[in-house]
């Protein structure tokens, strides 16, 4: 079965309000967020298998893919569904041969060029952006509509968008034939997780009321999240 990636949920322990991240994917999952992408970038290997496995037993329990972010090691010792790699990670046709054809494997790219050279190398989806300005990552190259498209047309694969992803935009993409929303701080930081991650979907799905006076308003606004 092909995953559903409506909504992707990218993780950040500095962005959560909960006491725990394990509660925040709970909250999140039992919203409507399809995937789990988990980023940790500061702590250490142990740990990180640690968190990945209690991780994976929440995304489990919901049946959806637990992906790790960069961490080849990490995602087979847990048991993970795949990997997701960025332009300055292990390349990803060789991030390929590692895990297999069996285990999912997501690439973040910024451009026609990448894209296809990302399906190339035998990615199964694209992340793309930044679309707009974002605390998470503030030095993010950012991705125009018009680059967007041409990688829409470029590829057959699913593309899911991040970077400053909201309540404002949410309904942008699904048009385009744009797979999903990535996000984090939209989901995380949000008093109400379950309620963010049921109202984002929503919107990108077409079932929700968008504020604002129209889409192309809230394409110019810069609201710093993702």
Avoid: W
Wanted: aromatic content about 4%.
């Amino acid at each position: 079965m092909k995953p559903d990636y409506s909504l992707y949920l990218v993780t950040d322990r500095i962005t959560m309000g909960t006491r725990t991240l394990g509660e925040a994917v709970e909250q999140a999952a039992a919203g409507g967020c399809t995937v789990v992408q988990l980023r940790e970038k500061e702590i250490s290997s142990l740990d990180f298998y640690i968190l990945a496995s209690e991780i994976k037993k929440i995304t489990d329990r919901y049946g959806i893919p637990l992906i790790i972010n960069d961490r080849i090691d990490i995602a087979l010792a847990a048991g993970a569904a795949g990997v997701h790699v960025g332009q300055r990670d292990l390349p990803a046709d060789i991030v390929r041969k590692v895990i297999g054809k069996d285990m999912l494997l997501g690439v973040s790219v910024s451009s026609e060029g990448e894209a296809i050279n990302a399906v190339k190398a035998g990615a199964d989806y694209l992340g793309v952006g930044a679309m707009f300005p974002t605390r998470t990552k503030p030095d993010a190259e950012f991705v125009s509509m018009e680059e967007l498209e041409k990688i829409r047309r470029a590829v057959d694969i699913p593309i899911v968008v991040i970077g400053g992803i909201n309540r404002e935009n949410a309904r942008l993409f699904k048009p385009m034939g744009i797979d999903g929303l990535a996000v984090v701080s939209a989901v995380l930081a949000q008093p109400d997780i379950k309620k963010s991650a049921d109202d984002l979907k929503s919107l990108f799905l077409g079932k929700g009321r968008m504020s604002g006076s129209s889409m192309r308003t809230n394409v110019l606004k810069s609201a710093v999240q993702i």
